[in-house]
């Protein structure tokens, strides 16, 4: 068994792609195995990778990401979704269809390889947004104090 996580990248920016994937080729933990900004591609590549986790955009060319999401099986892996959307009910369907996280764009790249080190390690995307609500809750209070 390898000791690095396997992520496979998914976005239609060719660009923020390479960003993201440079920076996590400088983690230790974790690899960018494969990426793609297809969606049915991104289908192939997960079937012939088994990445740990999936990094991916809602909008990707052929499929987007929620067609992504329900094509999937139930052996799939942890899937980090990324949207330039802020709509609640958007994010619920996103669970809903197997997204184990959502994140808004543009964010942070470090917050995104944060949130993928935390999801291979098997935590839920409940438990890390209550500990995210903690943290930016005690960002509020020390700025006040």
Not at 60 to 89: H, I, K, Q, Y
Not at 113 to 135: C, M, P, V, W, Y
Request: glycine share 6%.
């Amino acid at each position: 068994m390898s000791d690095k996580w396997k992520i496979v990248l998914a976005d239609a920016s060719e660009e923020f792609r390479q960003m993201l994937a440079e920076m996590i080729g400088e983690e230790a933990d974790l690899t960018v195995c494969a990426q793609t900004g297809n969606g049915e591609e991104l289908l192939d590549l997960i079937a012939r990778h088994k990445p740990d986790v999936v990094i991916m955009d809602l909008m990707l060319a052929e499929m987007d990401g929620l067609e992504v999401l329900e094509e999937l099986d139930e052996d799939r892996p942890r899937m980090l979704v990324l949207s330039t959307f802020n709509n609640p009910a958007l994010a619920e369907q996103i669970s809903r269809h197997g997204g184990d996280y959502c994140m808004l764009k543009p964010c942070r790249l470090q917050s995104v390889i944060d949130r993928a080190k935390e999801l291979a390690s098997g935590r839920s995307g409940a438990q890390i947004q209550e500990e995210t609500n903690t943290r930016d809750l005690e960002r509020q209070v020390t700025a006040i104090i």
